[in-house]
């Protein structure tokens, strides 16, 4: 199966920093998800990217397929930024693989204030 | 606002004991999985169900099973809760058959088992 690969498993930050998180993936994919989960536990749907670059506020990814990697970029970072932010990836181009999304071990956010 | 609703938010149970927890939603989505996620670890699907079609993980034990009477509702029941079934356990939801499939969860039971 795919293999996931999540860096830097965990970043310390100030408020107000920026950070980039980074996720490779071992083979093609056309299904790519970055979610954030809060510390009560809840997962946030934050981008579908299985190509090309999204912003939505202070957050933006771009994922390059040819090159097998995904980049998640959090600007100005808050408190509320806190969390476990993962990868999750599927190639269901064969029609039998659907929901199958292959997960990362995640980044372990903490943001100081 | 349309949502993923789970319940309880915290479930303790007796070693043993049956267990049922559960899932709606207001999305009308066709999909809707399980997902079991231990400390620190990524979530692991467990089951899904396309429609009515039931669909389960290979490495998923015979322990647990799900319902899924209408659109709205899943149910995931542990027949007999271990101690390593302490877990989080997510519900999840997605819209199949068009070309995006994007899932969105819910916020999770917290079961214990003692």
């Known amino acids: 199966g795919i293999q996931v690969e999540q860096s830097p498993p965990d970043l310390i930050l100030q408020e107000g920093a920026n950070s980039t998180l980074r996720c490779n993936f071992s083979d093609s994919v056309n299904n790519l998800q970055w979610f954030h989960q809060n510390p009560w536990g809840q997962l946030i749907n934050l981008f579908y990217?299985?190509?090309g670059t999204k912003q939505n506020g202070r957050l933006s990814a771009t994922t390059v397929a040819t090159e097998r990697y995904s980049l998640l970029y959090i600007s100005s970072s808050q408190t509320t930024d806190s969390g476990v932010y993962f990868c999750?990836?599927?190639?269901?181009?064969?029609?039998?693989?659907?929901?199958?999304?292959?997960f990362g071990q995640g980044t372990i956010l903490t943001v100081h204030p | 606002d349309a949502m993923v609703i789970q319940n309880p938010r915290y479930q303790v149970t007796q070693f043993g004991k049956p267990v049922t927890l559960s899932c709606s939603q207001t999305l009308n989505h066709n999909v809707m999985y399980w997902y079991q996620q231990k400390s620190s670890q990524a979530p692991k699907l467990l089951f899904h169900y396309y429609d009515k079609d039931f669909n389960n993980e290979a490495d998923t034990p015979d322990n647990f099973q799900s319902r899924r009477p209408n659109t709205s509702f899943c149910f995931l029941d542990i027949r007999s809760p271990g101690l390593g079934d302490a877990a989080m356990y997510l519900c999840?939801?997605?819209?199949?058959?068009?070309?995006?499939?994007?899932?969105?969860f819910g916020s999770g039971t917290q079961l214990s088992v003692l």
């Open positions: 999840a939801t997605s819209i199949r058959g068009g070309t995006v499939e994007k899932l969105f």
């Open positions: 999750a990836v599927l190639n269901n181009a064969g029609g039998t693989s659907y929901g199958k999304l292959t």
């Open positions: 990217i299985p190509s």
